[in-house]
């Protein structure tokens, strides 16, 4: 028991781990972007509205435009160092002590000073000097001491230009020749350093000062619909939604911490609903492909809705997802249909910028299609529950956009175009209907209604070959679906189960009384071998169900039509005729097993009474009411109903329900006066 007990605790386990782990590792994990924009053309994807706060960041090219105008303020920094100045002068008069050669000796005086004045002004390295004469405009900041001043570019000299500036006016210009033989030029150096620490100090706060951002999107703010042409505004918010998602990606803690989240969620998701089946549909978990269909909807449109979120060209609202509870409603219960789908839906929202519409709308669409359908026997039938959930999904999305927009020209009518691809999506449940069929070994009314078509070659060759026991069957269907109807059990299923339950009599159609015409064949046969011959007819229609791929809950109705019962006729009479044998009640039994279903003792209770009321001399109220309590009781006290979930309160509504099928049936006519 207790072994029983862990290995049903180990396959919910399994079925919530393996649930989870598809979903979440189906479900986007990072913030990267799954679109392309171009600039200028429509927007070919869904319309997209943003999900959270972000900056929109200037494009690079106005990023330049500023930092250049910016630049046009940036001042560099130099250093003027006054020591060069004293090492040349005091270098100058040392190599001249005995004064300049050929020339008198206040030239000596008049050309340090002239040294003196350029190294004043400041003199700088070359290259930068070409460099910064580039823009005549350019300013410098020297810093002497503690003071710094701002200078021109252009009153600024390089060596050369200082050495030019030496022999520009009065009589050094005259003396130019002499004084050439002299070097002057080795005099001049630059005494302007640049400073680099001040300089990029004095940079990054000039560009520290340039904004990157031109303003805020605001979480759920439309930014552009399906269709509309990309604006140079629109790209720039587009571009810098991918950056914000770049950005994001690139925090592995938070990315960390959004896994756990989405596991945890769809864990308690799944938990939840593992525990709904374990403690009001425990039965399912014994019908492994039941179970299957189940957990497999789930996952498949969460597989579904990721790809469409990855792929955003397409919108999730094309997903028809009313099919899980049309498909769970068919096969199996309403409440199971809802719940699962509630399920699903909020395990797909979890993926979703908008969850809270995405899932108020959905779930309208469940309800609305668990209540329109009921039964799908007829093809109009999920035309018009397509045709309700449209409308509905259309109401509640009308619903949210009154109360979120202030004016209808601010409503985005793209979202009702998918609403109703969605609806026509739905009319595809019918075909795909079959598909679930053989993949679950489901068995739906529609198949049932194509199987009670008597031109079905079976039927057809049953009406052919064995008449009377088509006739039978055809009257056993019209029974017992009465008393199915009657006690709410499956009658479609219990009609098509009674046209086939008696196949097996095409083996040896005339040696049951139905098919005989005053011949009858038992007459050379012994007891055990007639009492074989009519038992055959459970096993031989087992075979021919295989044969023709009957679906298995057809099987079941021709393996449980007589149960455990005995071939009383054979049976008593050989009891009678040979009273002091002991007899072997194997040879009588049929193989069974007993009805399991209610459908199954409707089934049983109308053969029963069918093939006995044949048998009645006089048809009237009391005749038929006594033949029908009799064999009815007497199916109740041998245990034939044990297994099947039957009432005492459904056998008194079965027993009513013959008695006044009956009296219809064997009612009797006014006879006719002959013409005198």
Sequence with gaps: MKELQWRYILVRVTLVIVTVGIVVWAMPHDSRTYFHVEQGK???????????????????????????????????????????????????????????????????????NRLHSLYQQGILDQKDYTELRKDTTSML??????????????????????????????????QRPLL????????????????????????????????????????????????EIVTDKTYRILESFKKENERRNEDVRQNHLS???????????????????????KDYFDKPRSIAMLYALIVVFALLTALFVRNTFIHVYILPYAMVPIFIRVFMDSRTAFMTHITMVLVCAGMLQHPFEFTAIQSVAGLVAISSLRELSQRSQLFKTAIFITLACIGVNMAFDWMNNDALSQIGFSTYNYLIVNGVALLFAYPLLYLMEKAFGFTSDITLIELSNTNNELLRRMSEVAPGTFNHSIQVANLAGEIANKIGAKAQLVRTGALYHDIGKLSNPIYFTENQSGIDPHDTLNDIESAQIIISHVTEGMKMADKYNLPAVIRDFIATHHGQGKAKFFYIRYKNEHPDEPVDDLLFTYPGPNPFTREQACLMMADTIEAASRSLSDYTEQSIRGLVDRLIDGQ?????????????????????????????????????????
């Design 42 to 112: 429509p927007w070919k994807y869904a319309d997209f509205t943003a999900p959270y706060d972000f900056a929109v960041y200037k494009s690079e090219a106005t990023i330049q435009e500023e930092r250049d105008s910016a630049m046009q303020l940036y001042e560099p920094y130099y250093m003027l160092n006054k020591e060069i100045e004293e090492q040349m002068v005091e270098r100058f008069n040392h190599d001249f002590k005995d004064g300049l050669p050929d020339l008198p000796d206040n030239y000596k005086l008049i050309i340090t």
């Design 141 to 174: 900041r020297i810093v002497s001491g503690k003071q710094a001043s701002n200078v021109s570019i252009m009153e600024l000299y390089s060596p050369k230009t200082a050495y030019e500036q030496l022999f520009q006016e009065g009589i050094l210009a005259l």
């Design 180 to 227: 050439q033989k002299c070097n002057l030029n080795s005099y001049i150096v630059a005494n302007l350093t640049y400073d680099r620490e001040r300089s990029e100090s004095s940079m990054s706060d000039l560009l520290s000062g340039i904004a990157h951002a031109s303003g805020v999107v605001q979480k759920g703010e439309k930014i552009v619909d399906r269709g």
């Design 259 to 281: 896994l756990i989240g989405k596991i945890l969620y769809i864990t308690i998701l799944m938990i939840c609903f593992t525990t709904y089946l374990s403690l009001y549909r």
């Design 636 to 676: 109740v006290a041998e245990g034939y109903f044990r297994e099947c979930p039957i009432t005492f309160r459904d056998i008194q509504y079965a027993k009513t329900v013959l008695i006044e099928k009956l009296k219809t049936i064997y009612h009797t006519r006014v006879s006719y006066p002959s013409e005198k």
